[in-house]
């Protein structure tokens, strides 16, 4: 397996990325790990692209996507295509990376005139929210929902979220709702 630099445009910017090369030889000895490996990493390539494509369709959609819950809600459902296969959670991290860093950051990212530095944070975000019932959306602005789900696992505890929500109409946001959300979860162990 060889890997070389190869140009490619993304987002209108032609940048260089590292691709796999891999030759097979009749009669040679092949190792099927490597071969299982690369049909792998193929499959999840095809499986962002799809996705990716999706994700333009659901932004189109939306007049802003800045700090709209209900298009990072959309985008969160199209990204739980990383619990398909064990292999796709396993690298949920990368998956997000090369997505919203490499591929198409104009999907994750407001303002397009700075590097989307946090909006690689983003398709973590998205993917998280997507979790929790839509109904509860309208409880929390987005900027309270992006400190919730720093909780990673508030989702599966109803009870949880239901005294963090109750914080958002108190008015808490920021590290103040942070804060409480980590003496609620304390408390309730």
Partial sequence: MVIRKRKII?????????????????GANVNMDTLNELSREEDLEKEIHKSLSKIRKIKRRYKSIEKNTNYFYAV?????????????????????RRMAHDLAPKLFSFDTRKPPTESKRYPEFMYLLSKVPKKLLINASWDQWYEIMKFKDIYNN????????????????????????????????
């Fill in 10 to 26: 993304i987002d209108g910017k032609e940048i260089e990325v590292p691709i796999f090369q891999t030759k097979i030889e009749p």
């Fill in 76 to 96: 969160g459902k199209l990204l739980q295509f990383v619990e398909k296969r064990k292999y796709f959670k396993k690298h949920k991290g990368e998956i997000w």
């Fill in 158 to 189: 109803q009870k949880l979220l239901q005294k963090a929500l109750k914080e958002c109409k108190d008015g808490k946001s920021g590290p103040s709702l942070r804060e409480q959300i980590r003496i609620i979860k304390g408390s309730s162990t």
